[in-house]
Structures are given as structure tokens and as C-alpha cells.
């Protein structure tokens, strides 16, 4: 079975501009969360996705959005990048039910000039 | 504010040796637990989950859990070089994790 991917896998951008990143779960897994990692702040919380509805959220400014589509793939995106944006996006699928055992994507490394 | 503390180490065992992580939370709603292994460079992979209170193993991983102080830790026994990694601790309901204790196993 194949594994969560994420796409892109890096990124650079500018400093104000915007940015989409995609994360695909692996087949049947029907909840996706995404994670921010830094060296400084660890791996944080950013929101979780079910049935293409947000079931949580972390404490992130509202610059961070997420969406997810009915064949579970999700989008999350960043407006307004700011330098503090550059990171390590992860990506984390898991079963309906099982919502806590999740699977993470190899994850986005996203570069802000 | 909800925490959830690991030492970040790092911590070094000989090769065969018992690593043991430990992990602190300050929620004491939460009701899962898991660890989870981040080798360098490498996205985070769950190793071990717990819900109640005592052990759990699984091969050479034992998951401890007590509620009543708020500890869970991770034990790995006969230690081996390819244990080397970052060991995440993650508490629910709220998807928090520590900061995670970076275990070298040497040779």
C-alpha cells in the first residue's frame, strides 16, 4: 500500500508571497492533519481534517488554511509568508476512528526569503 | 497551558542496553499516547501507542503509562545502533507533542 505523499517536496518563496502545499493519505485513511516542525518550536499542530470538514485546529494565525476534497486529499495554504514560515510541513494521514495513529508524509520544506 | 516535556538529551546507551525516554503532561484529560521514532532528516513514524494505564510491549518496545502522575515512557531493550533517532512523545486530545530526546546507541 502505498504511503502519504506531499508534494512539493521544496519549496522557496519570497517573502509576502503565497503558497499551496498538497498531501495525498494513503488509500482508505479518511483523516489528514498537518504539522509544522522547527527546530526551535518542534513538531506543532496546525489543523485536522475528516470528511472534508475541520475537526480541530492549533494555534496558528489565520495567514495558515487548510481544505480537504471528497477523495481525502487536502491542501493547506500560507498567505502573506513570512520569514518565521520556513519549516518543515508535515502531512499525517490516519483511519477514520483511529484518528490518533497517524501516518506522517515524507513532508514539504518550504524556504522563505 | 497544556505541556508535554521530554528531555531533550541527548541521551547515550552502549550497544545491548536498556534506553529509557520519558514523557510529562500537564492535561489530565489526556487519554492517548504515543511515541513515535524521527530518524535525521526522515518524517516522524509511530512505534508505539498506549491508552491505559501500565505496559504494553511490542518486541523490544515497552510503552509505560501511569495516569495518576502523568508520566508515560518508552523502554527499549538490547539496544542497537539503528535505535539511533529522535523519540517523540505525543499527548491527545489536542495533538501536542514534546520536543522530542534525541537517543544515540553506541557501538
Known amino acids: 500500500k502505498a504511503g502519504v505523499t506531499q508534494t512539493p517536496r521544496y519549496l522557496i518563496k519570497t517573502r509576502g508571497q503565497q503558497v499551496t502545499l498538497s498531501c495525498s493519505p494513503i488509500s482508505g485513511h479518511r483523516s489528514v492533519s498537518w504539522y509544522q516542525q522547527t527546530p526551535g518550536q518542534g513538531l506543532q499542530f496546525l489543523f485536522e481534517y475528516f470528511s472534508e470538514t475541520q475537526r480541530n485546529k492549533g494555534n496558528f494565525p489565520g495567514r495558515f488554511s487548510g481544505r480537504q476534497f471528497s477523495n481525502s486529499r487536502s491542501e493547506m495554504n500560507v498567505s502573506t509568508l513570512e520569514l518565521g514560515d520556513s519549516a518543515l510541513y508535515l502531512c499525517?494521514?490516519?483511519?477514520?476512528?483511529?484518528?490518533?495513529?497517524?501516518?506522517f508524509g515524507p513532508g514539504t520544506r518550504l524556504t522563505v526569503t | 497551558q497544556k505541556e508535554v516535556e521530554q528531555n531533550s538529551g541527548p541521551l547515550s546507551v552502549p550497544e545491548g542496553a536498556i534506553a529509557s525516554l520519558n514523557c510529562t503532561y500537564s492535561?489530565?484529560?489526556?487519554?492517548?499516547f504515543f511515541w513515535y521514532r524521527q530518524y535525521s532528516g526522515k518524517s516522524p513514524e509511530l512505534i508505539m501507542f498506549i491508552y491505559s494505564n501500565g505496559d504494553k510491549e511490542d518486541g523490544r518496545f515497552t510503552a509505560q503509562l501511569n495516569k495518576a502522575s502523568q508520566y508515560v515512557s518508552l523502554l527499549i531493550r538490547d539496544s542497537q545502533p539503528s535505535d539511533s533517532a529522535t523519540y517523540l512523545c505525543a499527548v491527545t486530545n489536542d495533538m501536542r507533542f514534546g520536543a522530542g530526546t534525541r537517543l544515540t546507541v553506541k557501538p
Open positions: 492535561d489530565r484529560g489526556s487519554q492517548s
Open positions: 499525517a494521514s490516519s483511519l477514520a476512528g483511529r484518528v490518533y495513529e497517524q501516518y
